[in-house]
């Protein structure tokens, strides 16, 4: 059998544990917390063992798959922010960004100990500068290492556990009509998230109204 997926999904993490369920062994396949460790379909590995009846279950680690077209911008963000692609696709700053407007949705006191709640990422990137030492040379703080830290906090669990879809009927039948009309390739997705940024600030404009 083969271990197919998204990248950065869990795919190895899985082979793994399975290895140590079923036959009692160690890892077998390198994990990373970044998309791409994976480089190549791997040698087989056994997870059930064999008896007189069977040859035992054998599996294959295989390299992320990615869809080959991006529905919009706003998934771009959505598969950047949950690790599926690397973290140089989109700038930092911009799913920090995206990620705020989510805590201030689900609950701003999850970010409580870097500052008080707020709209502006810039602002929030500062306190979590000063906050974590993230700073440059003269003291200001560095905004794209603040963004990476708060990021890895966030796919660590450490400032909530909440997806990022809204799911319900209506979200589930425009991703089908999304589906099948994809139009958005990667590349696209980076000039899109200009789009986004200016939809987000619209967003927080009205919510504050």
Known sequence: MMVV??????KSSL???????????????FTGA???VTRKIGTS????EGDDTSEGVYLLD??????????????????????????????PTTLADYLLYHLNLQNPRWYSEYRSPTNDVTSFLEAVGFKTGRLQKGGSPDLEASAL??????????????VLDEVNEDTLEGLNKGTADMGTSISQARRADRDLRSQLAKKKFKDAG
């Open 5 to 10: 997926g998204m990248p950065n999904v869990g």
């Open 15 to 29: 082979l793994n544990a399975l290895r140590l369920g079923g036959v009692k062994k160690g890892k077998a396949a």
């Open 34 to 36: 970044q998309p791409g």
């Open 45 to 48: 590995v056994k997870i059930i």
């Open 62 to 91: 295989t390299p992320g798959v990615f869809i080959p077209y991006v529905p919009n911008a706003e998934s771009m963000l959505k598969l950047a922010l949950c690790g599926s692609v690397k973290d140089t696709i989109i700038a």
């Open 149 to 162: 830290w708060i990021i890895q906090r966030w796919r660590g669990g450490h400032l909530g556990r909440f």
